[in-house]
C-alpha cells in the first residue's frame, strides 16, 4: 500500500495550462481504471474534481481533465485561475482498498 | 443537499480508544460502499478503512489493521469507525466518504482525533 508518487509542488500563471503526474503501479493505477483526482483548499474537506480516470463530477469546470497511460495518471487545468490554487491528491482503486498519492501543491503565480 | 456529518473526535491518550460516526444526509447511502479517509496535521490524505454497501466486506490499510474496525448500519444510514490502541501517528483529522470504484464524490467536513497524553 505504498502511496502513488506525485510532484511536490508545481507553478502556473493564471490563463496557462498545468498537468499533474500521478505514477503507481501494475496494482493500483495500471490496472484499473478508477483514477480520481481531489482538490483541497486549506482548512477544507477534498473536493470530487475526476473520477474514473476522466470523467467530471456535475459542476466542475471542463478546464479540468484527466487521463492515464499504463501506471501514469495525469490531470490537467488550462486556462488557471487563482482560485485553482490548492493542493490535488491522485486515488487509486486497489482491487480491496483505495490508495493516495502525497498530493502537489499547485500555485497560480 | 448532501450532508455527511462526523462525530466523536476529541483527546485521547496514547493506548486509548475512540468511536467516530458519521451521519449521511440527502444521499442515497446503502447501495454504495464507504470509506474513511485521514490526514496528519500538515500531511496528505490517508486512506484508512472501507466497507461494502451490505456490510459484508470490510478492508483496512495496513497502518491500522488489527486496531480499527469500521461498521455501519444502512437503517440509520450511519458509518462507525473504531479505534483501539491508539498512538500519536493516529492524530489526524478523520473524513468519512461516499466510495465508489472510481472515487469519492461526497465528502464529510471531518472531525479532528488528537492522541496525546
Known amino acids: 500500500q505504498s502511496a502513488l508518487t506525485q510532484p511536490r509542488s508545481v507553478s502556473a500563471s493564471p490563463g496557462q495550462s498545468v498537468t499533474i503526474s500521478c505514477t503507481g503501479t501494475s496494482s493500483d493505477v495500471g490496472g484499473y481504471d478508477y483514477v480520481s483526482w481531489n482538490q483541497q483548499h486549506p482548512g477544507k474537506a477534498p473536493k470530487l474534481m475526476i473520477f474514473d480516470v476522466s470523467r467530471r463530477p456535475s459542476g466542475v469546470p471542463d478546464r479540468f481533465s484527466g487521463s492515464k497511460s499504463g501506471n501514469t495518471a495525469s490531470l490537467t487545468i488550462s486556462g488557471l485561475q487563482a482560485e485553482d490554487e490548492a493542493d490535488y491528491y491522485c486515488c487509486s482503486y486497489t482491487g480491496n482498498s483505495w490508495v493516495f498519492g502525497g498530493g502537489t501543491k499547485l500555485t497560480v503565480l | 443537499e448532501a450532508q455527511l456529518l462526523e462525530s466523536g473526535g476529541g483527546l485521547v491518550q496514547p493506548g486509548g480508544s475512540l468511536r467516530l460516526c458519521c451521519a449521511v444526509?440527502?444521499?442515497?447511502?446503502?447501495?454504495?460502499?464507504m470509506s474513511w479517509v485521514r490526514q496528519a496535521p500538515g500531511k496528505g490524505l490517508e486512506w484508512v478503512s472501507g466497507i461494502s454497501g451490505d456490510t459484508k466486506t470490510t478492508s483496512y490499510a495496513d497502518s491500522v489493521k488489527g486496531r480499527f474496525t469500521v461498521s455501519r448500519d444502512n437503517s440509520r444510514n450511519t458509518l462507525c469507525l473504531q479505534m483501539n490502541s491508539l498512538r500519536a501517528e493516529d492524530t489526524a483529522i478523520y473524513y468519512c466518504a461516499r466510495a465508489l470504484y472510481g472515487g469519492h464524490d461526497h465528502w464529510g467536513q471531518g472531525t479532528l482525533v488528537t492522541v496525546s497524553s
Open positions: 444526509s440527502g444521499l442515497t447511502f446503502s447501495p454504495y460502499a
